[in-house]
């Protein structure tokens, strides 16, 4: 199975601080990741897919890059309403696995 | 527009199996391309259960694998969850999840049920 360690598991920022959230695999996985914003009470959300390519409707400010094993998450400038846990997810192979999910809160 | 909706017991006792059905609204679930099942547990991350194909091949997670089945009613537009021996390592949020129209990765999940708890518990 494909280990994702995603870090931090949980980070504070001020509103419009740039935060970037990390996502390492255990073996190569191209490009074959999704992002996912899961707000409390809720569903995840699917952000972006193919590492990079941001979903219909998302806003601008997230972002996603990398490839192989390293991949990057970034909010270029946090809102009040990015408050949420967030997810990376391959889809290599099966059986897909999630990292264990970056917490974002507001200082 | 495509809807989720799990339903299904919300308690079980250990050893009991878990039973649980998705109905969709907005896609066929005899000609969608997959439908997948997702797991987390309070206060923890996300977990795949297993997705079932339209071909009809069904993948599990390794670690359930001896435990889960996953089938397609077309008949209700439905698709269900069955999870045996349960434990209370079982008690988690049970999401139904599927990708949009056109999209043919291998776990790429769309559109989400809003969830239901199961509790495992004597």
């Known amino acids: ?107 | 527009q495509v809807h989720l909706q799990e339903s299904g017991p919300g308690l079980l006792k250990p050893s009991e199996t878990l039973s649980l059905t998705c109905t969709v609204s907005g896609y066929s679930v005899s000609s969608h391309y997959y439908w997948g099942w997702i797991r987390q547990p309070p206060g923890k991350g996300l977990e795949w259960i297993g997705t079932i194909y339209q071909s009809g091949s069904t993948y599990y997670n390794p670690s359930l694998k001896s435990r889960v089945t996953i089938s397609v009613d077309t008949s209700k537009n439905q698709f269900s969850l069955e999870l045996t021996s349960v434990t209370a390592t079982d008690t988690a949020v049970y999401y139904c999840a599927t990708p949009a129209e056109g999209v043919f990765r291998l776990g790429q999940f769309d559109y989400w049920g809003q969830g239901t708890l199961v509790t495992v518990s004597s």
């Open chain 1, 1 to 107: 199975d494909i280990q994702m360690t995603q870090s931090p598991s949980s980070l504070s920022a001020f509103v419009g601080d740039r935060v970037t959230i990390t996502c390492q695999a255990s073996q190569d996985i191209s490009n074959y990741l999704n992002w996912y914003q899961q707000k409390p009470g809720k569903a995840p959300k699917l952000l972006i897919c193919d590492a990079s390519n941001l979903e219909t409707g998302v806003p601008s400010r997230f972002s996603g890059s990398g490839s192989g094993t390293d991949f990057t998450f970034t909010i270029s400038s946090l809102q009040p309403e990015d408050i949420a846990t967030y997810y990376c997810q391959h889809y290599n192979n099966f059986p897909l696995t999630f990292g264990g999910g970056t917490k974002v809160e507001i200082k």
